[in-house]
C-alpha cells in the first residue's frame, strides 16, 4: 500500500473518529414521546368531553350520525351519553356496564361485550396515563410529537381483533381530537372531540 493511499484515506477516517461520540448520544425516542402524551393527557378529577360521530355500515343506506359527551370519574368511571331521540346513558365502573335507555334500565357484564370492553379498557389506559395497560391491550405505534400525534392502535386479543381491526387516535398535547375505528365488514366509525372540560360528569337519566 503506497504512502499517497495511506495519506489519501487518513483524513476520512479522522472524520468518521471525529463523528464517533455523536453516536452514541441518546436520540429523542419514540418511548419518551409516548409517557409525554400519557402524562398530558391523564386527568385526576372529573372531566368530560363534547364528541360527534359518524357511522358508516354497508347494511345501511346512509350514515348514523350521534353526539353527545364522554365523562371519566377517577379512578375507572366511564360515562358515554347520547343525545336525540335514540339517546342511551351507558356507565362503565369496574367490570359492571348499566345501559339506559328511555325507562328501560340494563345492567351487563363488560366481558360480554368486547367492543364496549375495549373502549372502556382504552380511554381509561389513556385518561389515567396508563402506558402499561394501553400496551398490553393494544399494538401501539406513535407518529409525531407531543404538539400534534397520531396513535395506531391493533388489538392484541385475537377474538377482538374479529370487531375492530384498527383504531387511530389523534390529538395536540393533552387533548383528543379524533377517533377512527375500523370494524369488520367494512364498518367504520369517526369520533370527533372537544376540548375536555372540568365539572361534575352527565347525570343518568330519571
Known amino acids: 500500500m503506497t504512502t499517497d493511499h495511506l495519506r489519501t484515506r487518513g483524513p476520512a477516517r479522522l472524520a468518521w473518529l471525529a463523528l464517533l461520540p455523536w453516536l452514541w448520544l441518546p436520540l429523542p425516542a419514540a418511548a419518551d414521546t409516548l409517557d409525554a402524551i400519557l402524562a398530558a393527557l391523564s386527568l385526576d378529577a372529573p372531566a368530560e368531553m363534547a364528541f360527534r360521530e359518524v357511522r358508516q355500515d354497508p ?7 350521534q ?5 371519566f370519574e377517577p379512578p375507572d368511571t366511564l360515562i358515554r351519553e347520547t343525545d336525540g331521540r335514540r339517546g342511551e346513558h351507558v356507565r ?9 335507555r328511555g325507562d328501560s334500565v340494563r345492567e351487563i357484564r363488560l ?16 385518561l389515567q396515563g396508563d402506558r402499561e395497560a394501553l400496551e398490553a391491550g393494544f399494538e401501539v405505534e406513535l407518529d ?12 392484541r386479543d385475537r377474538a377482538l381483533r374479529r370487531a375492530i381491526i384498527e383504531i387511530t387516535i389523534r390529538g395536540r398535547e393533552g387533548e ?7 370494524e369488520s365488514g367494512n364498518r367504520t366509525s369517526r369520533m ?15
Open 92 to 100: 362503565i365502573e369496574g367490570r359492571e356496564l348499566t345501559l339506559t
Open 192 to 206: 370527533h372531540f372537544e376540548a375536555p372540560a372540568s365539572g361534575d360528569p352527565p347525570s343518568e337519566r330519571d
Open 144 to 155: 409525531g410529537d407531543l404538539e400534534a400525534w397520531e396513535l395506531e392502535l391493533r388489538p
Open 59 to 65: 347494511m345501511l343506506q346512509s350514515e348514523d350520525r
Open 111 to 126: 366481558d360480554e361485550q368486547p367492543g364496549l370492553e375495549a373502549f372502556a379498557g382504552l380511554f381509561r389506559s389513556l
Open 176 to 182: 383528543i381530537r379524533r377517533m377512527d375505528t375500523w
Open 67 to 71: 353526539s353527545g359527551r364522554i365523562a
